[in-house]
């Protein structure tokens, strides 16, 4: 199973700000922890997180899904599976 890796990076930034790693054994209870914020970018971006668990059990589903520039808060959110 692939960990799910969200990074967030201000413009113009090669390190992100924050990254937020949840291990692919464990996505399906994480997923219920992902902080408040987070989930409703995610929910605002028409991202289903179940499709991305579902997604993290295939060992071919690797690299990034979405990027989302958010240009007004000059943010970068990344949503891979590695």
Same mark, same amino acid.
């Given at each position: ?6 990074? %967030? ?8 700000? +924050? +990254? &937020? ?27 289903? &997180? %179940?499709?991305? &668990? ?9 690299? +990034?899904? %979405? ?10 959110? %990344?949503?891979?599976?590695?």
């Amino acid at each position: 199973m692939s960990n799910l890796k969200i990074r %967030v990076f201000k413009r113009g930034e090669t390190e992100p700000e +924050t +990254t &937020i790693t949840i291990p692919g054994n464990i996505l399906k209870i994480a997923s219920k922890l992902i902080p408040h914020r987070l989930a409703e970018i995610l929910q605002d971006k028409g991202i289903d &997180i %179940v499709e991305i &668990i579902r997604l993290s059990e295939n060992p071919d589903a690797q690299g +990034t899904l %979405v990027e989302i520039e958010e240009h007004k808060k000059n943010e970068k959110v %990344v949503i891979a599976l590695e």
